[in-house]
């Protein structure tokens, strides 16, 4: 079966400062797409990063990157410069290349930046 | 970009009648749109994949009579809850995968919150 984990329900930043989601995965399949997904309070789905699981290079937009760690299953994020806007729920995802888009989620992480 | 409409955001309905949701993407074609439930504080649960012009496929647990999916059109997907009970109270959330510019991407609706009363 495929699982996405996440293993902080909770988490709080200072402002400016950097923190690091956690999520780990299971498959054994070869071909997929990792994301995360930010859902503040309006519950709007925002695509935070998308990572190809045959590409070796992290993945970085702006403030957010990733940790890919395929052979551990790893796809940790970090949030360098957390802003007040960064509040929100995280999700950890992924599809299969061929599955016509269907997401597995993990829990979910409850990021709060703090002033 | 491409987008994805959900309607309405919000709605009331008493206990025992049934609520259509609508799900449309606006500007590409989708085949398979996706349809998510949410409680709060907690992850979305996949409902079903709905299939233009075919049946939509349950995820094991979602009674299929009482949340019936039609998918007529290469662009709307509606969820119809029927004769809704409080417990179906809930956040309902759709997305669907455009596989156009660039390959794999997922756009998701703005959700609907349903209270049954």
């Known amino acids: 079966a495929q699982t996405v984990t996440q293993s902080q329900p909770e988490m709080s930043v200072q402002e400016a400062e950097t923190v690091t989601l956690s999520c780990t995965y299971d498959?054994?399949?070869?071909?997929?797409?990792l994301f995360w997904y930010k859902q503040p309070p309006s519950r709007q789905m925002i695509l935070v990063i998308r990572?190809?699981?045959?590409?070796?290079q992290n993945a970085t937009e702006n403030r957010f990157s990733v940790n890919f760690q395929k052979a551990a299953k790893s796809f940790s994020l970090k949030i360098s410069d957390s802003q007040l806007g960064d509040t929100a729920m995280y999700f950890c995802?992924?599809?299969?290349?061929?599955?016509?888009?269907?997401?597995?989620f993990g829990q979910g992480t409850e990021l709060s930046v703090k002033p | 970009g491409a987008v994805v409409s959900q309607h309405p955001s919000w709605v009331i309905c008493k206990s025992g009648t049934s609520v259509k949701i609508e799900c449309r993407s606006l500007?590409?074609?989708?085949?398979?749109m996706f349809w998510y439930r949410q409680f709060p504080k907690q992850s979305l649960m996949l409902m079903a994949t709905?299939?233009?012009?075919?049946?939509?496929?349950?995820e094991q647990g979602v009674e299929k009579d009482k949340f019936l999916i039609n998918h007529a059109s290469l662009t709307l997907s509606t969820l119809t809850v029927t004769s809704a009970h409080p417990e179906d109270s809930s956040f309902y959330i759709c997305?669907?995968?455009?596989?156009?510019?660039?390959?794999?991407?997922?756009?998701f609706g703005e959700g609907s919150w349903l209270t049954v009363v």
């Open positions: 997305s669907a995968r455009d596989r156009g510019v660039s390959g794999n991407t997922i756009y």
């Open positions: 500007d590409f074609q989708a085949t398979t």
């Open positions: 498959t054994s399949e070869n071909n997929y797409y």
């Open positions: 990572q190809e699981a045959y590409k070796q």
């Open positions: 709905s299939n233009e012009g075919s049946k939509a496929t349950y």
């Open positions: 995802a992924f599809i299969f290349y061929n599955q016509g888009g269907k997401l597995i």
